[in-house]
């Protein structure tokens, strides 16, 4: 009975031992300082070796923690390290159990770095957190109001915070097969109640099948996201998402869209979370125009706005600048202030409620015609120099390509007097005494020529002066005040073209005797419409009176009153020089005065009697100077 127990138990204590040894393979063990079998180590973490073979005693067993630099094992028993650096270590044991055997294995080291993820503030309290680390296994995220959840690589997780809560997230990582671990913490600021983003305007910047649209977008929030939509029908077709834009304002392009028709677009508001916030902006359209030309005309097109409750008007530009304000319900204009030949650039503008705006695009069309254009109207006047000055009036805008200036000479059939683009053309040619008549016409920008326009004749005004000052003055009545009459009247001016003075005049003739020293005269005639709006001038005329005069042969001053003095008698104009000369050549006597004669004295004392000599200079009615000399006789 003895040896039947003995037997059990060895057999039992045989059977312990088996188990021992094969639950230990790798001859030792891995701890923590918390004494849990780990086999993967962390940075930092003290780590305790430990045999797990029967009969181990403590101080015969030894370890070299890292084979890379030499195995070389202690003189003391030491089982207990921490690695510094990451790596794969290989970990040597020497024991001896009754024979002596050495054991390797092989584990990782691994750091512990803060687990990378991010934390995006969302609407109402709200936080979406994503794990993006790559080195950890399991993230266990703490949302530091009681809430906690596991995560892996890559997932994300939305948490709701109740209202005045702390924003702050704790994520807490680990590896599989390790107890050691790395955390961050992350806090956000809520965010501010979004706003209702405003869809300010569009614009078809490129028309066409591959076009282009430009959007304005205001009241925009930095922390929050803006999907743009394209609406149809009621659908709402995502074209872009604009994250978390740095200014509330931005110009946002779309390209490769066909603008042949109205679209529609809104901008609806989400955030981090794709939250659903219930709100958009109104919806703005775009607006394109189409421009086609008539004769003298250009007919513009364009669909209805189609949101057109929101519309107030359209505003029509030409060339850039506002040419008519129109009805929400119109979508046509025909505009015929147009020249042919001329480009013209259009938009339109839907004026929209809260200052908001559809433009369309920019159409540019050449005017065209099959029509003559209508005849200018052409004026004449001389200036200063007694040139005649021309000018051409195209009706409208059309400034005329081409003008040809046409003259007659006293009744003479019509000839080309110049072809020119000025509208303002002078005639050089100096007139004579016959009457100069003009007409003209001119081809437009498509090479149409107009009729023939009015004919107008400056005035010509001749005259003469007579020996006793009387003027004698004629002129030809203007021709070209269409329609009406002409009032004329007189002015006398002078070599600077001043006005000296105006007199009325009726008919074509003037008379009037001019009692003045001045021996040139200066006229010419102003002739002005019935209606006070169109002015002309005649060419000037100088008249001048020429000298009449007579020297005396003798002159006796003896004070009688008869014949006392030695002057020049007549007419005297311009300049007037009077010399006497004694007989032996000396001047005892000098007048620039026709009025003022000698006296007779020379020094304050009675010359005596006996012949002297004179010496006259003056100028003729055109300046020459004329030089007289001569002798007289003073007797008593």
């Given at each position: 009975m003895k040896r039947l127990i003995f037997l059990i138990i060895l057999l039992a204590s045989s059977g312990s031992l088996w188990a021992q040894i094969n639950s230990c393979p790798d001859q030792f063990k891995a701890y923590?300082?918390?004494?849990?079998?780990?086999?993967?180590?962390?940075v930092g973490q003290l780590?305790?070796?430990?045999s797990c073979l029967p009969n181990t005693e403590a101080d015969k067993e030894y370890y070299d923690f890292d084979?890379?630099?030499?195995?070389?094992?202690?003189?003391?028993?030491?089982?207990?390290?921490?690695?510094?650096?990451?790596?794969t270590y290989t970990v040597t044991q020497l024991i001896n159990t009754g024979t002596i055997s050495q054991k390797e294995r092989t584990f990782v080291v691994t750091d512990t770095p803060p687990p990378a993820f991010t934390v995006k503030a969302c609407a109402q309290n709200q936080v979406s957190v994503t794990i993006k680390d790559t080195n950890y296994d399991i993230f266990r995220v703490d949302f530091c109001d009681g809430t906690t959840l596991t995560l892996t690589r890559g997932a994300s997780a939305l948490h709701q915070y109740a209202a005045g809560a702390p924003l702050k997230v704790r994520v807490i990582a680990s590896y599989t097969g390790s107890t050691c671990s790395g955390q961050a913490e992350v806090a956000v600021s809520p965010l501010p109640a979004p706003s209702v983003p405003v869809l300010e305007s569009s614009k078809i910047t490129v028309p066409g099948q591959a076009g282009k649209v430009s959007l304005n977008i205001r009241n925009l929030q930095p922390a929050y996201l803006y999907v743009l939509e394209r609406i149809t029908n009621g659908s709402a077709t995502p074209i872009d998402t604009l994250k978390n834009p740095a200014t509330p304002t931005l110009t946002y392009p779309i390209n490769n869209i066909n603008t042949a028709n109205p679209m529609c677009f809104r901008v609806r508001v989400t955030d981090n979370c794709g939250s659903n916030l219930n709100l958009s902006s109104d919806l703005v359209c775009t607006q394109p125009l189409a421009a086609a030309t008539g004769n003298n005309q250009v007919i513009l097109t364009w669909p209805a706005y189609p949101n057109n409750s929101n519309q107030i008007s359209y505003a029509l530009y030409r060339n850039g600048t506002l040419l008519q304000t129109l009805s929400p319900t119109q979508n046509s204009y025909t505009d015929a202030d147009v020249v042919c030949g001329t480009k013209y650039c259009y938009s339109l503008t839907a004026n929209l409620k809260d200052n908001r705006t559809a433009a369309s695009n920019d159409t540019c069309v050449t005017a065209?015609?099959?029509?003559?254009?209508?005849?200018?109207?052409?004026?004449?006047?001389?200036?200063?120099?007694n040139q005649v000055i021309l000018t051409f009036k195209v009706p409208g805008n059309n400034p005329g390509k081409l003008i040809t200036y046409q003259k007659s000479t006293a009744n003479s059939p019509f000839s080309v007097?110049?072809?020119?683009?000025?509208?303002?053309?002078?005639?050089?040619?100096?007139?004579?005494?016959?009457?100069?008549c003009y007409q003209a016409f001119y081809e437009d920008n498509c090479g149409k020529s107009a009729t023939i326009s009015n004919i107008t004749c400056p005035i010509l005004l001749t005259g003469s002066i007579s020996p006793d000052g009387t003027i004698n003055l004629e002129w030809s009545e203007y021709v070209g005040f269409t329609p009406g009459g002409a009032q004329y009247q007189l002015e006398r001016v002078d070599a600077t073209g001043t006005v000296l003075s105006v007199t009325p005049v009726s008919g074509t003739t003037y008379r009037e005797k001019i009692?003045?020293?001045?021996?040139?005269?200066?006229?010419?005639?102003?002739?002005?419409?019935?209606?006070?709006?169109?002015?002309?001038?005649?060419?000037?005329?100088i008249l001048r009176q020429d000298n009449s005069f007579r020297i005396p042969t003798a002159f006796s001053p003896n004070g009688d009153g008869l014949n006392d003095f030695f002057v020049v008698k007549g007419k005297i104009f311009g300049s007037f020089r009077l010399q006497v000369l004694d007989r032996w050549g000396q001047v005892i006597f000098v007048s620039t005065n026709p009025q003022i004669g000698w006296n007779g004295q020379i020094k304050g004392q009675d010359a005596p009697v006996g012949v002297y000599v004179y010496s006259l200079t003056t100028a003729d009615s055109n300046g020459r100077p004329i030089n007289k000399t001569g002798s007289f006789t003073l007797v008593k």
């Open positions: 923590n300082s918390s004494g849990q079998e780990i086999t993967q180590f962390c780590i305790r070796f430990k084979k890379s630099n030499n195995v070389n094992f202690s003189t003391d028993t030491t089982k207990s390290f921490t690695y510094t650096k990451a790596g065209v015609t099959t029509l003559a254009p209508p005849a200018g109207t052409l004026s004449s006047t001389f200036n200063a120099d007097l110049a072809a020119t683009d000025k509208i303002i053309f002078t005639d050089t040619a100096i007139p004579d005494k016959n009457q100069w009692n003045s020293p001045e021996q040139q005269h200066i006229f010419r005639l102003q002739a002005t419409h019935v209606n006070q709006t169109e002015k002309t001038y005649s060419n000037i005329l």
